[in-house]
Structures are given as C-alpha cells and as structure tokens.
T-cell receptor, first 113, second 113 residues
Framework: AQSVAQPEDQVNVAEGNPLTVKCTYSVSGNPYLFWYVQYPNRGLQFLLKYITGDNLVKGSYGFEAEFNKSQTSFHLKKPSALVSDSALYFCAVRDGRDDKIIFGKGTRLHILP | DAGVTQSPTHLIKTRGQQVTLRCSPKSGHDTVSWYQQALGQGPQFIFQYYEEEERQRGNFPDRFSGHQFPNYSSELNVNALLLGDSALYLC????????????FGQGTRLTVV
C-alpha cells in the first residue's frame, strides 16, 4: 500500500531565505507525486506534480520539487520565501496502478518577516 | 470555469442524524473522490466514483455512502452521525488521463454535536 511521510510538523524560515519542505513516499508501482497547499478554511490548491521525466519539476508561485528515486523523496523547495507562502503544505502520492491519492499529514510553513 | 463546487459550506448536525453533502466537478472531469480532513490531519480518502459507480474505497465504515449522477456530480451521505465525524469534507475531481492532478473544492465543514 502506498504511503507518504512528512517528517516535520512545522518549518520556520525567514523571508527571503530558501525553503525546503520534506516528503518521502512508498509505493509498489511507479509513483505519481503531488504537492498541494491549503490556506485557512480553504480547500487544497495544486502546486506541482511529478509523473515522469525531469527530476526537477517547477510549479506555481515559484515552487519547485526534486524527485529522488533512490531516496524515495520529493522535497518541495523555493529559492526565496515570501510571507504569503505561510500555509499548510501536503505531499501526496498516487500509485501508477491505483486511482486514489494518498496524502501526508501536512507541514505548516511559517515565513517570518 | 467554476472549478469544483461543494455545498453547503458549513453544517451542524446532532449525533445519530444523517447528512448529505454535494459536489459538482470541474468542467470536463468525470471522476469524483471524497476525502475527510480532521483537524490537524491530512485528507483521508473515503471513496471514488466513476461512471456512476464506486470504484475504490478507503477505510471508512458503511455509514459512509455515495452516489454519482449522469452529469458527474456526486453526493456523500453519512448515516448515524458520531461526534468523530466532525471534519472538513473535501471533494476532488479529476480527468481520465493517468497522472492527472485532482482539483479540490473548498470543502464542507461538518460539526456533529
């Protein structure tokens, strides 16, 4: 069965500094990997995805993520954090042979002005 | 494009009652998934509907049931409500292409008292 782990409950970063939100996954087949962001009292907004190809994928709002097959990781990154990036971030995985998307427990990103 | 729409946005029910939540998928999407997000947790997969049939189901009791209509809209029904059913219920729609990301609605906040 597929699973996702987000080892950090919260990440604090100063505005203007680079940020990384960690994610590791476990699937039986080929992984489809996603990052979503959630603002208070809102649904989830899609940021980016990895299906195949280039290990570095670029997404919305300047975010990018690096797929590492050997480490089964898909860390979210941004070169320069903004206060408006403060939100709850979810990593998710879909097994290539399955339809449902499984989410991690989330990491709260707090950007300090 | 209206995106994924859910109704109602908020709901308060009493233990033992029944509730129906509604979802209209994004235009062009034919697959609808439902998730339960408890406070401080990641979304948990309830079930997925495609071609008016339940295609997959997560680890939820039979009190949770659903339906998909010919226009791809969907309902989530929960019977015999428990206090523990209080959560944000998210609907997500996706297309047929493998690896496509899911688009989420704003959610329905259900409070059971």
């Amino acid at each position: 069965a597929q699973s996702v782990a987000q080892p950090e409950d919260q990440v604090n970063v100063a505005e203007g500094n680079p940020l990384t939100v960690k994610c590791t996954y476990s699937v039986s087949g080929n992984p489809y990997l996603f990052w979503y962001v959630q603002y208070p009292n809102r649904g989830l907004q899609f940021l980016l995805k990895y299906i195949t190809g280039d290990n570095l994928v670029k997404g919305s709002y300047g975010f990018e993520a690096e797929f590492n097959k050997s480490q089964t990781s898909f860390h979210l990154k941004k070169p320069s954090a903004l206060v408006s990036d403060s939100a709850l971030y979810f990593c998710a995985v879909r097994d290539g042979r399955d339809d449902k998307i499984i989410f991690g427990k989330g990491t709260r990103l707090h950007i300090l002005p | 494009d209206a995106g994924v729409t859910q109704s109602p946005t908020h709901l308060i029910k009493t233990r033992g009652q029944q509730v129906t939540l509604r979802c209209s998928p994004k235009s062009g999407h034919d697959t609808v998934s439902w998730y339960q997000q408890a406070l401080g947790q990641g979304p948990q997969f309830i079930f997925q509907y495609y071609e008016e049939e339940e295609r997959q189901r997560g680890n939820f009791p039979d009190r949770f049931s659903g339906h998909q209509f010919p226009n791809y809209s969907s309902e989530l029904n929960v019977n015999a409500l428990l206090l523990g059913d209080s959560a944000l219920y998210l609907c997500a729609s996706s297309g047929r292409e493998w690896g496509t990301e899911a688009f989420f609605g704003q959610g329905t906040r259900l409070t059971v008292v």
